[in-house]
């Protein structure tokens, strides 16, 4: 198994035979950036984390998938946001190039976050354009880049690729949330953009081998999945994308962020999901019998 680093991001490749598929996760990193002066309580800035995710997903390799995480916090920049999703409101001055910022963006969470899920404020300060144009150049795009890269690999070899996108949410919607706030959520939430980012059938799939653990999986409600979905995927081609999300309280305690009593059930459960994902993708890889062919033959 080998590992790759840098400031912003960890690529983790096959330990065994690769298969077509990328899991990432965009959202677990806990290393804070010296220059990020926020002003908010740090235990509150650290509830946005997707903490552990990357630890739950860490048998992906030894199935022969690639598995990406990020070393830097959401809060400072947002991988899973488009570089259009611009908030005006943190500006000390006007963004020099192209902006379309979402309704994400309106409510303080775009690319760069100014509020917390909860509502606070993360400073006490408008940021500069330099500011967060050196958090593009240093984190952001070397995350992109590093998942752009695995996917090409996988699609070039395979004819194909499945790339899930991993992430956690509160047991709880918070007061920004698009459902209101207090709103249980289920155990999991699976994201393909009502459809368009990978084919339904994956999708399916998926959600049949969740309910098969025994847990309660909803489609696209409330999460329909972002950037990293919506960039990477395209069906027709064989390039499927999908986020999952995972409550947190089955996991972890939320407030002190320490995996609970149900942790290691849990990632046993999802070490299966990825072996099962890792089954599916090399079986309706376009390229799979020619390397079944080319692998028999070397042995």
Known sequence: ???????????????????????????????????????????????????????????????????????????????????????????????????????KAEKGIGLVWRMLDSGDAIYDRKLSVAEIAARIRDYYSPYHDSVRRALNDAAGHYGGVWHVNCHSMPGVSGQISEEGPGVQRADFVLGDRDGTTCSPEFTAFIAATLRGFGYDVRINDPYKG??????????????????????????????????NGNFQTLKDDLDRMIAAICTFALEHAPGHRHERCQHDHKH
């Open 1 to 103: 198994m080998q590992q790759l680093f840098n400031n912003a991001v960890i690529v983790t490749t096959p330990s065994v035979h690769a298969v077509p598929v990328v899991f990432d996760s965009p959202h677990s990193g806990i290393e804070y950036p010296i220059d990020f002066r926020f002003a908010v309580d740090h235990c509150r800035l650290r509830q946005s984390e997707d903490t552990h995710v990357d630890t739950l997903y860490g048998a992906a390799p030894g199935h022969g998938a690639t598995l990406i995480s990020a070393r830097f916090p959401r809060s400072y920049i947002d991988p899973n946001r488009s570089l259009l999703d611009i908030d005006g409101a943190l500006l000390e001055s006007p963004w020099p190039g192209p902006v379309n910022p979402s309704r």
């Open 226 to 259: 972002v950037e990293l979905v919506r960039a990477y995927s395209d069906p027709a081609n064989h390039r499927h994308s999908l986020q999952i999300e995972v409550n947190r309280r089955l996991y972890m305690n939320e407030a002190t962020r320490e995996p």
